[in-house]
């Protein structure tokens, strides 16, 4: 581990990106594709927010989990991202739910879309893994995340965003100690527990994990063998490990890349791109885009097309 920590940690970990997700929320916009390759800002789509986080934190092994209406972003992976090299110890596998471990079972969950595909992660020999969702769109370093995760010595680190606590009652709450370990995962509570030192904020999680590699194998197969289990990370698989393993809380603000006058917070499908395009050559490196033409928009009005 010594060896390890003399250098960048991006260099041992495999990003895996589910993007699976219907986002019935977005209605129309996901009639045809998934929230994760719904378009953002012209021809960018909201899952390159994730990849490009990933590459720009020297992640240079990628995996897709795709399932729901998968065409368009399968199709945007291998037109936008097709610059990886493999002599270079670098990958990009695209994974769609194809019944590699039952014949009857597409991916059942957030855990078992990992699970399914354990040979191939197993493959490239990475000692971590970071667990990302492919709909959520924000700017961050992996690697202070990789480096806590190690310095902590934590079986999972949990990605986790500061938020009112009058508002948190509607997410997977962290309960964490004054070292950040968590103590209790809480979702959807009434009463949300606050962070200490400041009672009126809670820690949300955002669904990012960082993993050894070894240690989220074998706990992707115990949990493939709970029948009671959904085989879902939020639901069953972090809950798990909080009240048996050691589980510690990485705050966004720590390694959310943003300009100074930028609050550290996720950002919504709706919000405006600009606030995010026009930082994209800072130090986390550039926003990374299709090569595909940009999505035409059509208005009609006084029953003529304009465009």
């Known amino acids: 581990m010594a060896a390890i920590m003399n250098e960048p940690l991006s260099r ?4 895996f990106v589910l993007a699976g997700g219907r986002g019935s929320r ?5 009639d045809r594709r998934a929230k994760p390759a719904v378009y953002f800002g012209g021809k960018s789509r909201i899952i390159d927010f994730a990849l490009s986080n990933a590459v720009n934190s020297g992640i240079r092994r990628i995996a897709v989990a795709t399932q729901y209406k998968a065409h368009s972003l399968i199709r945007h992976l291998q037109m936008g991202w ?7 110890n670098e990958s990009f596998d695209i994974l769609p739910a194809s019944q590699r471990v039952s014949e009857t079972n597409w991916y059942l969950g957030t855990a078992d879309a990992v699970y399914q595909n ?3 992660i197993e493959s490239h020999d990475a000692k971590f893994i970071v667990l990302l969702a492919g709909d959520h769109i924000y700017k961050m370093d ?9 310095e902590q010595r934590a079986d999972v680190t949990i990605g986790c965003l500061e938020m009112p606590r ?9 309960h964490v100690d004054d070292n950040g370990i968590v103590l209790s995962f809480l979702e959807k509570p009434a009463d949300p527990p606050p962070m200490p030192g400041k009672p009126d904020k809670s820690l949300a999680s955002m669904g990012i994990y960082v993993f050894d590699s070894k240690f989220l194998f074998d706990e992707l197969r115990r949990d493939a063998n709970d029948p009671n289990s959904s085989h879902d990370f939020g639901k ?4 798990y490990i909080v009240k048996n393993g050691r589980a510690v809380a990485h705050q966004f603000s720590t390694s959310c890349v943003r300009s100074d006058d930028d609050p550290p917070t996720l950002t919504s499908p709706t919000s405006s791109p600009s606030s995010i395009f026009t930082t994209a050559h800072g130090r986390s490196g550039p926003m990374r885009r299709s090569r595909l033409p940009p999505n035409l928009f059509t ?8 465009r």
């Open 166 to 174: 009058a508002e948190s009652s509607g997410f997977g709450i962290m």
């Open 236 to 239: 069953d698989v972090i809950p």
């Open 26 to 30: 977005l209605l129309e916009l996901t």
């Open 82 to 88: 097709n610059f990886f090299r493999p002599e270079r």
């Open 142 to 150: 992996y690697e202070r995340m990789l480096k806590q995760h190690v």
């Open 118 to 120: 354990i040979d191939i």
């Open 12 to 15: 041992h970990a495999l990003a």
């Open 299 to 306: 208005m009609r009005r006084s029953g003529a097309d304009r």
